[in-house]
């Protein structure tokens, strides 16, 4: 065997270990993020080919506690308070929890503002959503300046695309996308999840008149104030979710 052989060969295997330890490395990074008492973090969506601009999605976190995610959007901000698998959305009637907003929604009383918080009330926290991805990842390379990246498998793609679909109700389930793609970058810094993006793109089917369109979708999370956030959760909404 020559010596370039020999080193072909060698970086092979080097470069199967290193993916490897990729994945490894994010979910190490994942749960250390999870672990911390306390953190924020602000999403931001882009939606290419439009021009329509979607407000950014902030949260914070306490590990055992409260999460609380408000949407800011030029129409006034949304914002929902979650804990365990219970969550609320401040409406003008006060707070609601999912299910009312959905018999609010039957009633003909839905309107984009329930809407948006029945989504707020699906929100993964980054460190599980970061888990959640990795099950939808083909392979991971890891990059330069602790970035991570790899592409999503197509059932990975489709599932992403169809997840803010499901939230409107009274609707017959749209088809599943076509062409579905997609890929993720991860950003650790300090062995600890610091930033995400997903970019996901297909065709989807829209409205009853089954109009397709080609649609990419850019969601960049950004994780700050580890350990140091401060949260403050509404009385009515901590009786709310005790109810």
Known sequence: MNNLVRLGLVATCATTLVAGDAKDALQAAAKK???????????TLELEGTQFRPGPTKGKTEKDGCTVVVYEGDQGNV??????????????????????????ASGGGGGPARWLGRLLLATKRPAQEVED??????????????????????EGAKELLTFRRRARE???????PKNAKGAVKFWVKDGLLSKFQVRVSGTVTFGQNQEERDVTRVTTTEINE??????????????????
């Open 170 to 176: 009274g609707q017959s389930q749209p088809p599943p």
């Open 33 to 43: 993020l999870a672990d911390k008492p306390n953190y924020s973090w602000t999403s």
């Open 133 to 154: 991805l990795l099950t939808k990842v083909k392979e991971l390379k890891p990059g330069e300046d602790g970035v991570i990246a790899g592409d999503l498998t197509e």
């Open 79 to 104: 914002e929902a308070v979650l804990k365990g698998d219970k969550g609320v959305v401040k409406t003008e009637e006060g707070w609601q929890t999912g299910r009312e907003l959905s018999e609010a």
């Open 226 to 243: 580890v350990g140091t956030t401060k949260i403050e959760v509404p009385e009515a909404a901590k009786k709310k979710l005790s109810s």
